[in-house]
């Protein structure tokens, strides 16, 4: 490779430019590291140095002389019991309100009171269904009495007023579409209609 006039000057001047990039950048680094060291002693105890006048520490508010809003800013190393002391002080009152849920918690379910349980007997349970069904009726020209044609399942019987069937049930009064029937065993009283059928 032929280094030319042209070329040698412009390479000389590359190295010298690149010389003086890595000095200030070294510059830098060293220069702002011990410059800073001995500000940040010097500006952030001032609690430790001599004061100068004794009344103007005297003036100043007692707020003013708890904290200052420049040390707390620096960082220097030194624990500060009053400012850690004044911390502890602090207490969170929080809203009630959970930071790890998106929405509001649901509403409270009111309880239901219950009413006190009667301890008394039960109520005595209902009377059985009569079990028969009226499907017809019959009456003779010469006045006598109204029958009636009653079925107890696959039984069919026939009665007139008074008269007692299935040992169990009296026919207290025939109505032409309707008969009322009495269980002489728990006392119910029941119409029994005539069916269709």
């Not at 200030?24 to 060293?30: H, S, T």
């Not at 420049?70 to 019991?81: E, G, I, M, V």
């Not at 509001?104 to 007997?121: D, F, L, R």
């Not at 009726?137 to 079925?151: D, P, R, V």
């Amino acid at each position: 490779m032929r280094l030319g006039t042209e070329n040698k000057t412009k390479t000389i001047l590359a190295i010298v430019l690149g010389v003086l990039a890595i000095g200030m950048v070294a510059y830098q680094f060293m220069g702002n590291s011990e410059n800073a060291a001995p500000q940040t002693t010097a500006t952030s105890n001032p609690a430790k140095a001599p004061a100068t006048s004794g009344t103007a520490a005297k003036k100043k508010p007692a707020a003013e002389r708890k904290t200052h809003p420049l040390l707390a800013q620096t960082l220097d190393p030194t624990l500060r019991f009053d400012l850690l002391k004044s911390s502890e002080d602090v207490t969170y009152k929080g809203s009630g309100r959970d930071i790890f849920r998106s929405q509001a918690p649901p509403p409270e379910i009111p309880k239901v009171v219950q009413s006190p349980v009667n301890t008394g007997p039960p109520p005595p349970a209902p009377p059985p269904p009569i079990n028969l069904k009226l499907y017809g009726y019959a009456q003779h020209k010469n006045g006598e009495a109204k029958k009636i044609f009653l079925s107890s399942g696959e039984d069919i019987l026939v009665a007139k007023e008074g008269d007692i069937v299935n040992r169990r049930y009296r026919i207290l009064k025939i109505n032409n579409n309707s008969v009322d029937v009495e269980d002489v065993l728990t006392n119910n009283r029941q119409t029994l209609y005539l069916s269709q059928g």
